[in-house]
């Protein structure tokens, strides 16, 4: 509904953030955005609210009368330059040595909560670097790892969302991370899911625009505003190692923290 100021200005209701993100993309069924900020977040529109016992999946209104399921981590594009940092290289140079590595890092497991961490409940925790050895111990290897680190915390939060009934069947890539060479040839097989990347924009503004398009226009449903995409990557045919990254990062976890 509109209503008008004195003035003639038009005034109607808006939105959040991740809600106006999830209406600038134009989220379909199964789309569930992945957003590589310095925080990382996992979000997809549902038609029920979400009621995790955990608390790992919030429950949101949606901008378009459903509801947004959403888990956020505290570590993701941190993860990546913090590793750069460590390594004496920069964002550039840590794709470079993370794409030279084998495909499961040797064993190398990160679990990346540098600072600390709010998916899981960790406030406390650090970063913990686990199956070091002589032939790991190289810039390569501890490259790789952090990027799968940061990507088994958010494949973690897709199962989340899974786990309360949120359909999961292609991500959507977005944020300064998902500018990363290797966070994009990774990212499929560790999420077990294709993976879309939109083209770099702002699109909490682009779903405020949208918005208010809808309430101007007095439609049932918002205008369709198309996406455009920057690439498309498959689950690849020989990603038998992602499956054994996840289980040594849980497996970690586990020991770490109980």
Known sequence: MVGHTASGIAVAAGTGDNMGAALGLGLGTGDVVVSLGTSGTAFARHDRPAADPTGAVQSFADAEGGFLPLVCTLNAARVLSAGATMLGTDLAGLDRLALAAEPGAGGLTLLPYLDGERTPNLPDATGTLVGLTRATMTPAHLARASVLGML??????????????????????????????????????????????????????????????????????????GRRLV????????????????????????????
């Open 152 to 225: 088994c915390g958010m494949a973690d939060a897709l199962d989340a969302l899974r786990t309360n009934g949120v359909p999961v069947s292609r991500v959507l890539l977005i944020g300064g991370a998902a500018k990363s060479p290797a966070v994009r040839a990774l990212a499929p097989a560790v999420f077990g899911l294709p993976v879309d990347v939109p083209e770099d924009g702002e699109y909490v503004a682009r779903g405020a625009a949208r918005q208010a398009a809808w309430v101007l226009s007095g439609d049932a449903e918002p205008p369709r505003w």
């Open 231 to 258: 690439g498309s990557f498959e689950v690849p045919d020989s990603a038998d190692w992602a499956g054994e990254v996840r289980e040594r990062y849980a497996g970690a976890r586990e020991h770490v923290y109980g």
